[in-house]
């Protein structure tokens, strides 16, 4: 797999726990260029046509189409006064769930930490450096209940929900993302109106868990932007508030719709137990 002396030697797993045990999606294999990462250009004032100016069909489109596809590739950037955190991120749903994410943290005086984990078979496998007393280069802790997550588009249908359910949700212009065409929306979601939806843009437990973690994180309401390419599906969005970490900017770039990750997870003979793992740790 990857891996260097001490790389891994301090393996931080918050993120890597809070994709594997809640990450959300499921769907077809459809490939497009919309899939294409990254991100550029700036908003064009021309006309749009009734159809791509329509802020929520498009939106409903986006939405249906995401829950449409197995798999893609999310680059995710998350800056606060903490520092900066980049998580590559790679999904499939089939034949079997696997999620792969690659993370650096870097805060201001501190050595860069980097975490490399694979969620799949009901455990999240992470990375480590050998442990001298086992020769062994990986660790599990089960997920909840034992059960893989069952849906692979990361932060991306809270977001598509909370501009569907948001009633000033508005198309901002065109605005090209990595060389293809994109529209641009965007709306400022309040928290405390959000947990009050009642429609068909966000279910009651999307809604609920979408305000726990955004009232969790200190904040009252959120500035979420999405830019959907011409065929529907999304190439990047989002999430600007102000909370706990102060000024906070959460961005997701995605890729490789359709392309599933072709890593597995590690075979039993380098894998130990959080607690063997914690124990070998603590021998030296």
Known sequence: MVGTAKKYAVPFLGAVLAVGLTACGGGDDSKSAGGQKGAGGTASSAPKSAE???AKSVIAAAAKKTAGVTAYKIDQTTKNS???????QAWRKKPVPLTVVKSTEKKPGA????SYSIVTGGAVYTKTDKVPTTGKSWFK???????????VEGLLPGRLGALGA???????????????????????VVLSELATYEGPAMNHADRDEYVLSAKDAGESQVVVDV?????????KSQEHGKGKHGDEVVTEEYS????????????????????????ALTKG
């Open 82 to 88: 903490e520092g900066e955190k980049r998580s590559e």
């Open 141 to 151: 802790i089960e997920t909840q209940a034992g059960k893989d997550p069952n849906r």
């Open 52 to 54: 791509r100016s329509d």
């Open 256 to 279: 490789d719709y359709g392309i599933a990750p072709k890593e597995e997870a590690p075979p039993a003979s380098a894998v130990l137990t959080w607690d063997e793992y914690m124990a």
């Open 227 to 235: 830019w959907v390419g011409k065929d529907d599906l999304v190439l």
């Open 166 to 188: 948001t009633s000033s949700t508005k198309w901002v212009g065109s605005e090209p993302v990595g060389g293809h065409p994109a529209d641009h929306y965007s709306a400022t």
């Open 111 to 114: 050595t860069d930490r980097e």
